[in-house]
């Protein structure tokens, strides 16, 4: 029990992990609220986390869950400022899953973030350097920036954006 490790335990490795654990479960269940009071509480001791403990949680990690939360609660400044720290720490991250699952993602919804607050240039700068990368998610990328092109007035190279989905993404 989450709740017995934050009472009984000595240990800050294991703390910092209840508070991660605590957090991501809030988020599943939809209390994006309450999961960033949880996140908080982690982000102060995370440096305390024990790889022996957990190679799968960390810094970076913990900011792409506060990130979603803020997007989820439609507060796109937040989300973009804690997506930022997610891809700057997530970016040298050892473990492959996250590197390639989960680094991704934080890099894509940073770039929604940067569409949705109409700032397209940024936007396209990152759904450009996905592509580039190749990382998971470019054909989501190519197409979003196929519709900042449009968005833009460069109907033409909407047009060859959208058929380079079509294409290497049938």
Same mark, same amino acid.
Request: aromatic letters at 12%; a positive charge; proline letters at 3%.
């Given at each position: 029990? =989450?709740? !017995?490790?934050?009472?009984?335990?000595?240990?800050?490795?294991?703390?910092?992990? %209840?508070?991660?654990? /605590?957090?991501?479960? %809030? *988020?599943?269940?939809?209390?994006?609220? @309450?999961?960033?009071?949880? $996140?908080?509480?982690?982000?102060?001791?995370?440096?305390?986390?024990?790889?022996?403990?957990?190679?799968?949680?960390?810094?970076?990690?913990?900011?792409? $869950?506060?990130?979603?939360?803020?997007?989820?609660?439609? #507060?796109?400044?937040?989300?973009?400022?804690?997506? #930022? /720290?997610?891809? +700057? *720490?997530? !970016?040298?991250? /050892?473990?492959?899953?996250?590197?390639?699952?989960?680094?991704?993602?934080? =890099?894509?919804?940073?770039?929604?973030?940067?569409?949705?607050?109409? +700032?397209?240039?940024?936007?396209? $700068?990152?759904?450009?350097?996905? $592509?580039?990368?190749?990382?998971?998610?470019?054909?989501?990328?190519?197409?979003?920036?196929?519709?900042?092109? @449009?968005?833009?007035?460069?109907?033409? @190279?909407?047009? #060859? @954006?959208?058929?380079?989905?079509?294409?290497?993404?049938?």
């Amino acid at each position: 029990n =989450l709740d !017995k490790s934050l009472i009984y335990t000595p240990d800050k490795s294991i703390e910092a992990l %209840a508070f991660y654990w /605590k957090a991501d479960i %809030a *988020r599943q269940k939809g209390d994006y609220a @309450g999961s960033n009071q949880w $996140i908080t509480k982690f982000l102060s001791q995370a440096v305390s986390v024990s790889s022996e403990h957990s190679s799968k949680v960390s810094a970076g990690t913990a900011y792409y $869950i506060q990130g979603y939360n803020n997007f989820k609660q439609k #507060e796109y400044l937040p989300a973009q400022i804690t997506f #930022e /720290k997610a891809v +700057d *720490r997530l !970016k040298e991250e /050892k473990d492959p899953s996250i590197k390639q699952a989960v680094y991704p993602d934080a =890099l894509a919804r940073l770039a929604d973030c940067y569409y949705i607050r109409k +700032d397209f240039k940024e936007a396209k $700068i990152i759904y450009t350097r996905i $592509i580039q990368e190749n990382l998971k998610g470019a054909d989501y990328a190519t197409y979003q920036k196929a519709i900042l092109d @449009g968005l833009s007035g460069n109907y033409a @190279g909407k047009i #060859e @954006g959208l058929k380079s989905v079509q294409k290497s993404y049938p």
